[in-house]
Antibody, heavy 116, light 106 residues
Framework: EVQLVESGGGLVQPGRSLKLSCAAS????????MAWVRQAPKKGLEWVAT????????YYRDSVKGRFTISRDNAKSTLYLQMDSLRSEDTATYYC?????????WGQGVMVTVSS | EIVLTQSPTTTAASPGEKVTITCLAS?????MYWYQQKSGASPKLLIY???SLASGVPDRFSGSGSGTSYSLTINTMEAEDAATYYC?????????FGSGTKLEIK
């Protein structure tokens, strides 16, 4: 059974940093592109970033470029999102997901609140 | 950026009723994808490549469309179909989602 379990969320002040993790199991992690998708409270879904299966390429939405870094450790079957210079508009539930053309499997999400 | 406009924003249907949700793209896309998100849960893939059902999705769901106009249809509404539905495209960067359609049971 595919499982994606996010961790690392919480309350953080504007301008500070936070690192999310996503532990994967039940599939060959190193074969899959992975992504982060977020959802602000009571709002819709927003793609954040994608990393290719071998980590060779990354893609970001404009609003997080230069502030967020997606990475992966295939030996540990773990996906990461380093979030720096956080803003109030980054407040959301962050989901990790496998990413082909679609997001086939999703984690349960982790809440990030950016507030002073 | 391709903007996806879903309609209606909110709707309600009785059990057995047919439901259609529309997704209009601001530019032509080659494929559309649909997700279902129940309250408090993660999204779930429903439809890929415009009209193909994801694994385990009941065949009362179907997708169609081309160019800038796509739709998701539920042939016979069931109580468990109450959820928010999102369309998604990746024909053009950045990948974008529609704003969602909340479907309630009458």
């Amino acid at each position: 059974e595919v499982q994606l379990v996010e961790s690392g969320g919480g309350l953080v002040q504007p301008g500070r940093s936070l690192k999310l993790s996503c532990a994967a199991s039940g599939f060959t992690f190193s074969d899959y592109n992975m992504a982060w998708v977020r959802q602000a409270p009571k709002k819709g879904l927003e793609w954040v970033a994608t990393i290719i299966y071998d980590g060779s390429r990354t893609y970001y939405r404009d609003s997080v470029k230069g502030r967020f870094t997606i990475s992966r450790d295939n030996a540990k079957s773990t996906l990461y999102l380093q979030m720096d210079s956080l803003r109030s508009e980054d407040t959301a539930t962050y989901y990790c997901a496998t990413h082909s053309a679609t997001f086939d499997y999703w984690g349960q999400g982790v809440m990030v609140t950016v507030s002073s | 950026e391709i903007v996806l406009t879903q309609s209606p924003t909110t709707t309600a249907a009785s059990p057995g009723e047919k439901v259609t949700i529309t997704c209009l793209a601001s530019s032509s896309v080659s494929n559309m994808y649909w997700y279902q998100q129940k309250s408090g849960a993660s999204p779930k893939l429903l439809i890929y490549s415009t009209s193909s059902l994801a694994s385990g999705v009941p065949d009362r769901f179907s997708g169609s469309g081309s160019g800038t106009s796509y739709s998701l249809t539920i042939n016979t509404m069931e109580a468990e179909d109450a959820a928010t539905y999102y369309c998604q495209q990746w024909s053009s960067n950045p990948l974008t989602f529609g704003s969602g359609t909340k479907l309630e049971i009458k």
